[in-house]
């Protein structure tokens, strides 16, 4: 708390923090300003020893200083040690929460993936590539095209009744001419 008053029955003005008090008005500047602001305030340093504005309270600001060399000292700042301790964080916040423990994956290379796949293939099938290149156009029938938009849409109100829609048709009919008009009025 940095709390100062007006001691004077005029207002004071203190250019540098931008504020103004009024006849015997009071303020705590750590609301409005930084304490290094208020501090550095040559305006407010020259009306405290004036006598016009008298400091009725002043907490010290305490700070740990481990606290402060962690923060301010941007040379030394490792982005994977945060990502690291952030990381076992969230882990043991997870761990005290649940009791279910993470499974852990199991690491498969490449190789092995593929022979995977290829042991789910029957033999004797073959898997066609059915790409097409991207600079070539695709063309589909119409009907099809419809008999394929129909069932997606099926598939889309499925389990909703037609009490549920509510659809309203309306013809809106502008000219834009007019809207121009009324906007030039209003200029």
């Known amino acids: 708390?940095?709390?100062?008053?007006?001691?004077?029955?005029?207002?004071i003005s203190i250019a540098d923090l931008k504020l103004i008090l009024g006849p015997r008005q009071a303020i705590d500047l750590d609301i409005r300003y930084t304490r290094e602001?208020?501090?550095?305030?040559?305006?407010?340093?020259?009306?405290?020893?004036?006598?016009?504005?008298?400091v009725k309270n002043k907490t010290e600001i305490v700070v740990e200083s481990s606290f402060i060399q962690?923060?301010?000292?941007?040379?030394?700042?490792?982005?994977?040690?945060?990502?690291?301790?952030?990381?076992?964080?969230?882990?043991?916040?997870i761990a005290e929460?649940?009791?279910v423990q993470p499974k852990p994956q199991p690491s498969i290379d490449m190789a092995e993936l593929a022979k995977m796949i290829a042991s789910m293939i029957p033999?004797?099938?073959?898997?066609?590539?059915?790409?097409?290149?991207q600079d070539e156009e695709v063309k589909v029938n119409d009907d099809i095209l419809a008999d394929i938009h129909s069932r997606t849409v099926s598939k889309i109100v499925e389990g909703v009744e037609?009490?549920?829609?509510?659809?309203?048709?309306k013809i809106i009919e502008s000219d834009i001419d007019e809207n121009?008009?009324?906007l030039e009025h209003l200029l």
């Open 70 to 93: 962690e923060v301010h000292n941007h040379n030394d700042f490792d982005a994977e040690k945060m990502k690291t301790d952030i990381m076992n964080g969230l882990k043991e916040v």
């Open 97 to 99: 929460n649940t009791s």
């Open 1 to 11: 708390m940095f709390f100062i008053a007006n001691t004077t029955k005029q207002s």
């Open 162 to 169: 037609g009490s549920d829609i509510n659809c309203e048709n």
């Open 37 to 54: 602001q208020a501090e550095k305030s040559k305006g407010l340093k020259s009306l405290i020893s004036k006598g016009m504005i008298s």
């Open 123 to 133: 033999q004797g099938q073959t898997v066609q590539n059915n790409t097409v290149p």
């Open 180 to 182: 121009i008009n009324e």
